[in-house]
């Protein structure tokens, strides 16, 4: 059984140039999550989905960054223009819940992207 | 505001010891906790969780201790092994329709010498 597939796992790229990061969530699963991972802050949570409609897109840091779900089974998360402080370990999540009922999360291999 | 904190970055243990992993946290609505493990260049993956209505969970090696009226939780891992030194992550979930978010701590670095 696939978990959740994230690609690139690596995107080297230059400030001012657009990044789009992809995740497929685990099939069936109806919440999907990304987060970012640095050494200062850990695990933040930047925006999740719940059928596919964000639900809270607060962590997002700026407008650059943007996010869609166009189906249960695909979401990107847009960084437009990137800058260097973007650099860092992009994940995405998925689970499974009904009602106020969810199980744990289970997370992609990450895509480190580099801004220069 | 960080919600859940992880005050100790790293931690070194001898094989065999104890390891203790402390996490805290502020929000009273957090009603079930998770422990995820890390390896480097992978993601983090769930390793033991414990409900608000119990105080103790244990799985294998490992140990979940909550403490409510102190809002902080511990994981216990006994015997250590070497392969357990990877990045440990407390997370929080609060009730009610939050669609299974967490709010996660900083991450705290076991490294466990042989």
């Known amino acids: 059984d696939a978990g959740v597939i994230q690609s690139p796992r690596h995107e080297v790229t230059e400030m001012g140039q657009e990044v789009t990061l992809r995740c497929k969530p685990i099939?069936?699963?109806?919440?999907l999550f990304w987060y970012r991972q640095t050494m200062m802050r850990g695990l933040e949570l930047l925006i999740y989905?719940?059928?596919?409609?964000?639900?809270?897109d607060s962590g997002m840091p700026e407008d650059r960054f943007s996010a869609k779900m166009p189906n249960a089974s695909f979401s990107t998360l847009k960084i437009q223009p990137s800058e260097p402080r973007d650099s860092a370990v992009y994940f995405c999540?998925?689970?499974?819940?009904?009602?106020?009922?969810?199980?744990?999360?289970?997370f992609g291999p990450g895509t480190r992207l580099t801004v220069l | 505001d960080q919600q859940v904190k992880q005050n100790s970055p790293s931690l070194s243990v001898q094989e065999g010891r104890i390891s203790i992993l402390n996490c805290d946290y502020t929000?009273?609505?957090?009603?079930?906790f998770l422990w995820y493990k890390k390896y480097p260049a992978e993601g983090p993956t769930f390793l033991i969780s414990?409900?608000?209505?119990?105080d103790k969970n244990e799985d294998g090696r490992f140990t979940v201790f909550l403490n409510k009226s102190a809002k902080h939780l511990s994981l216990h891992i006994v015997p250590s092994q070497p392969g357990d030194s990877a990045v440990y992550f407390c997370?929080?979930?609060?009730?009610?329709?939050?669609?299974?978010?967490?709010?996660f701590g900083q991450g705290t670095i076991l490294t466990v010498h042989p």
């Open positions: 999540a998925s689970t499974l819940g009904r009602g106020v009922s969810y199980n744990e999360q289970f």
């Open positions: 099939s069936g699963h109806n919440s």
């Open positions: 989905f719940n059928n596919n409609v964000p639900i809270d």
């Open positions: 929000n009273s609505m957090f009603d079930y």
């Open positions: 414990i409900s608000s209505i119990k």
């Open positions: 997370a929080a979930r609060a009730g009610g329709t939050s669609y299974g978010k967490l709010t």
